[in-house]
């Protein structure tokens, strides 16, 4: 499907679904790359593109996208704390000539407030890091020239902007050092929010690979169609798709890392240097050599605009404590692109996400339990896994299981109507250290509902859809059809399996997915809730296992459990379907682990 757009004094035609939109257009309409005689590729698109992301052409065009959006992008500085504020440690690399040696913020010799950071894949090469046993070395004049490849060429980078500072994890962290890498893992919410811009490996395979590569000028700029409308002169279109920015930057394997993803959303700005271009990302803007006024038809990863608006009220009391929905939405979202992510070591599932959670915290004030937010807790227990995976487990450590980082894999969080059938009575996570955002070691939820002990039987699977399992639920007399997505592989892989129900609410099928809305075959509205298992008999805790949900038309059952549905206002609002229990209903205080 073809849609024209008219951004910035711009014609484009975007391809929606199609990634070969260029070639295949190319092709069929007889198109041609843009032209620099014409009057608006000389306005709007690069002249020449040289053959080499090195070059200082291509360098000097990043450089103008740093300059104008530190003078007019007010968003990009929003997140910075203070213009004084460092990271522990910095490379300084001078402004010229073949050594760099690292130094101390505290000892106040610095200066220049502007420091960058780089976002790379280690690899599985030796190289330079910082240790105890060479801490003191480091702190003295050392050659650039045997640093890692990427590593000089960041300092190429950085020279260019006239900025004198690095800051790169291995070599401004103490590697074999628990204690300091602790303690510089709860600042990451600063280092990269306050640094010039990070610089992001995007193609790199390692710290040897470097950041600069050669590439075929002419398949940079965008192809363009001369149009003429009826009675008006020919109109050039620029030709892009709607998958351009994932080919480019959105699905390399850099940002499939979920440390790296929470670089590139506290830093301000970041220049991702891919195989064919250099390309600029902001809380403003996205540009890139072939679109180098910005990238149309983009909805950014890079959106604060819930939090900005909080952050830039003048009176603090009317910053209530506690999250609002759209910046509940916005984190959600974040879940979910971080669930997609992967995590070395299972420990850091949520420390790789702490500085985003510090970020929530200093804008809403709530209280951060294991990658959920207190004041939001009940909207938040609706998530459901993508494909089930074996279940995280460490003897170190235990993430409750109501929490979505319990599970190794993707997650569907969004909010989708109404958790009103439980309260909230309790919660409290436990962290290995003082970092409340930091490493979980356990944790309780506990709820008022009400508990029905049922039988499942599994009736079959679909391996690639949101809902893996169809079955069957016997409650008392009744036998009910159910969809069920289980937490993990085993979760309900036996037949006949003893649960307990804890049903939570109403909630919309739509506001789940799209696709999902296509295949839905019972209406919009079902009631959502959790299978449990008891995990200690005497003090009756359990463990969730699986999401669940059943078609309202079930009214029988409804009416048995003390049910009672209503719809109030617009019954295409997730929100308006609501459930509530019968007076003669007894609840019951139900801890959850």
């Known amino acids: 499907m073809l849609r024209a757009l008219f951004q910035g004094g711009v014609h484009y035609i975007i391809s929606l679904g199609s990634t070969f939109a260029k070639s295949f257009l190319s092709k069929s309409l007889s198109l041609e790359t843009s032209n620099p005689s014409r009057p608006h590729a000389k306005r709007y698109f690069v002249r020449s593109i040289p053959a080499e992301t090195s070059s200082p052409f291509a360098l000097g065009l990043a450089y103008q996208w740093y300059m104008s959006c530190r003078a007019l992008h007010k968003t990009c500085k929003q997140f910075k704390q203070t213009p ?11 402004i010229m000539g073949d050594e760099w040696k690292l130094c101390f913020s505290s000892e106040g010799r610095l200066v220049s407030p502007n420091y960058i950071t780089l976002s790379y894949r280690w690899g599985s090469k030796p190289y330079l890091k910082l240790s105890r046993s060479n801490a003191h070395q480091l702190r003295h004049n050392q050659p650039i020239s045997q640093l890692p490849q990427t590593f000089k060429d960041a300092v190429l980078v950085a020279r260019h902007f006239s900025i004198r500072y690095l800051w790169i994890d291995s070599i401004c962290i103490i590697q074999d050092s628990a204690e300091d890498w602790e303690r510089e893992a709860g600042t990451m919410r600063d280092v990269y929010a306050n640094s010039a811009f990070s610089i992001s490996a995007i193609v790199s395979n390692d710290s040897d690979d470097g950041l600069f590569r050669s590439r075929e000028a002419h398949e940079i700029p965008p192809g363009v169609l001369r149009r003429r409308g009826e009675g008006l002169e020919p109109q050039n279109y620029y030709i892009c798709d709607n998958e351009y920015w994932n080919r480019e930057v959105g699905n390399a394997e850099l940002n499939r890392r979920g440390w790296v993803l929470q670089e590139r959303l506290l830093a301000p700005r970041i220049l991702h240097f891919t195989q064919k271009q250099i390309v600029w990302e902001c809380f403003t803007t996205q540009k890139c050599e072939g679109f180098p006024i910005g990238l149309p038809y983009h909805h950014p990863l890079k959106d604060f605009s819930s939090l900005f608006s909080r952050i830039q009220r003048q009176h603090p009391l009317e910053n209530k404590p506690g999250m609002t929905k759209d910046v509940l939405r916005r984190w959600l979202k974040i879940v979910e692109e971080y669930s997609q992510c992967k995590i070395t070591i299972p420990g850091d599932k949520l420390p790789a996400l702490s500085g985003i959670a510090r970020l929530f915290q200093e804008a809403t004030a709530d209280v951060y339990l294991a990658g959920l937010w207190k004041s939001r807790l009940r909207d938040s227990l609706t998530w459901s896994v ?27 969080a969004s909010v989708r109507g109404n958790v009103n059938l439980i309260s909230i009575v309790d919660a409290h996570t436990t962290t290995t250290t003082v970092d409340p955002t930091g490493q ?9 509902g009400v508990l029905v002990e049922a039988i499942y039987y599994q009736t079959d699977v679909k391996e690639y859809h949101l809902w893996r399992g169809n079955g069957n639920l016997n409650i008392g007399d009744h036998n009910l059809r159910i969809r069920t997505s289980a937490d993990s592989l085993d979760a309900l892989a036996k037949d006949s399996t003893p649960l307990f129900c804890l049903i939570m609410g109403c909630v919309s099928t739509r506001s789940c997915s799209d696709w999902y809305d296509r295949i839905s075959e019972e209406g919009m509205f079902r009631v959502a809730g959790l299978f449990l298992t008891r995990v200690n008999s005497p003090i009756c805790e359990y463990e969730r296992i699986s999401l669940f949900e059943f078609d309202m038309s079930a009214e029988d059952l409804l009416e048995k459990l003390g049910i009672c549905v209503a719809v109030k206002g617009d019954p295409g609002n997730p929100e308006a379907t609501q459930a509530s229990w019968s007076d003669a209903t007894v609840t019951e205080n139900i801890k959850i682990v």
Not at 84 to 94: E, F, K, N, S, Y
Not at 440 to 448: P, R, T, Y
């Open 386 to 412: 993508r494909k089930p995976a074996a279940k995280l487990f460490s003897a170190q450590y235990r993430l409750p299981s109501w929490s979505w980082a319990s599970i190794d894999g993707a997650v569907f």
């Open 84 to 94: 004084t504020w460092h990271p522990t440690r910095l490379m300084d690399i001078g």
């Open 440 to 448: 979980v070691s356990e944790g309780f939820l506990v709820v008022k």
